[in-house]
């Protein structure tokens, strides 16, 4: 008896130590499976370089938060992504200073596309292929011809007071857009249009939701009376995920 429990507990041991290993190579398995699932899905993967022509993933805020402070990763982002810019001069001093002014050559703003800041132009190029584009053809079956703003650029503090908080407006880091033209000649605007439930105001509440997953502050008329008329919209890094 006492030899076939010697042998009995041997074998136990010996199973044992083989689920250790059949353990550690299925957590191999799913860490190689992982890797090159990531390669496939990088807008999943929080190393690889962001490109705008990927989907949104879960990595997607956190690289665009990442770019805030450096122009030049922010600026190889849009080269990256084969999306046509301009890198004008520093302008400006003290809390007005813009040494970040990025103008997106080929974006269809109107009037003219202003200099923002890098990180405002990555998420206005986000917005318009992941929200505005589909949201267009999904509701209207039109393409997108415009997206009409207030301007981008404005020494002022919040609401043009005289002391506080200085705006994002201040540094470029903000843009306000006030309506959109499609190809078929539909003009939609914030002031006539947002209220109700009609296809108008559907695609204006699907621009204002798709601009929270593209910018730190999106403010549309349901925030307050002073923005009635646009969507304010910003790159600030003292927040993310403002949506009114």
Not at 47 to 55: E, F, G, I, K, T
Not at 61 to 88: G, H, I, N, W, Y
Not at 133 to 156: M, N
Request: with cysteine; glycine share 8%.
């Amino acid at each position: 008896m006492a030899g076939k429990s010697t042998s009995i507990s041997t074998r136990i041991g010996r199973f044992a130590g083989d689920r250790r290993v059949i353990g550690l190579l299925l957590v191999l398995a799913a860490l190689i499976g992982g890797r090159a699932w990531l390669a496939e899905h990088p807008e999943h993967d929080p190393w690889a370089p962001l490109d705008l022509r990927d989907p949104p993933g879960w990595a997607t805020m956190t690289k665009l938060q990442a770019l805030r402070d450096d122009v030049p990763a922010c600026r190889a982002v849009l080269e990256r992504s084969d999306v046509a810019f301009t890198a004008l001069d520093a302008q400006g001093e003290g809390d007005c200073a813009r040494p970040d002014r990025t103008r997106l050559d080929a974006y269809p703003l109107s009037p003219a596309s202003p200099p923002t800041t890098c990180p405002v132009g990555i998420a206005l190029e986000i917005w318009r292929t992941d929200t505005l584009e589909p949201a267009a053809r999904d509701i209207f079956g039109s393409d997108l011809q415009r997206i009409e703003h207030l301007g981008a650029y404005s020494c002022r503090r919040l609401y043009g007071r005289d002391s506080g908080a200085w705006s994002e407006h201040a540094t470029g880091n903000a843009i306000d857009i006030a309506a959109f033209v499609l190809e078929d000649g539909t003009r939609i605007s914030l002031l006539g249009d947002w209220e109700g439930e009609n296809d108008k105001a559907r695609f204006l509440r699907r621009a204002r939701d798709g601009a929270c997953e593209a910018f730190a502050t999106t403010l549309s008329p349901d925030y307050n009376a002073a923005h009635a008329n646009h969507f304010h919209l910003d790159m600030s890094p003292r927040w993310s995920g403002v949506c009114r």
